[in-house]
């Protein structure tokens, strides 16, 4: 989705395919309620570290930056399993905390007055008056880093996962 942003990249929302259980299961039991996903995307892959730490840099982009940031909220995690013990993690949280990194934990209200922002520091940009943005999407977050302790020669696997909440438009990216 090279930018400048020039226009929504949702579909017409005649596409719906599965969600993930795992995915729909955890946002569910974070937020307390219990939403409808669609469409999840999924990239997962087992592998043996070498050292005693993983980690990538990433970013999340919205197309409900703006006008559908208070009540929208695609979701996603990086699920990571050591599978010796079962131990399942989310790396896909803000810094320091619990909180799952979505458009509504993480928004301006300077671009919709109709809800508080939430963790702006973490928010990057607001792209749709921004003639040079990178992304086509409507805004997104700073870098952050998913990172975690794992044991070196033990066997991971990971599971990056990501879907819409409610609706089947209006896309998100990682």
Known sequence: APGPYGSSSQNNGNEDWIADPQLTNYMNNYFGENAEYHNASIIEF?????????????????????????????????????TETGEVTNLAL???????????????????????????EYFGSFNQNDPLSVLNYSGQTVKLIAASEVLPGVQYHIKLVIQDRTDTILDSAV
């Open 94 to 120: 803000l810094p320091g905390t619990n909180i799952p990194i979505s458009v509504v934990t993480i928004r301006d209200e300077q671009y919709n007055d109709g809800c508080t922002s939430e963790n702006v």
């Open 46 to 82: 087992d592998f043996k570290p070498f050292t005693d730490q993983m980690s990538f840099n990433f970013l999340f982009a919205s197309q409900e930056y703006g006008g559908a940031q208070c009540t929208f909220s695609d979701s996603f995690a990086f699920f990571l399993t050591n």
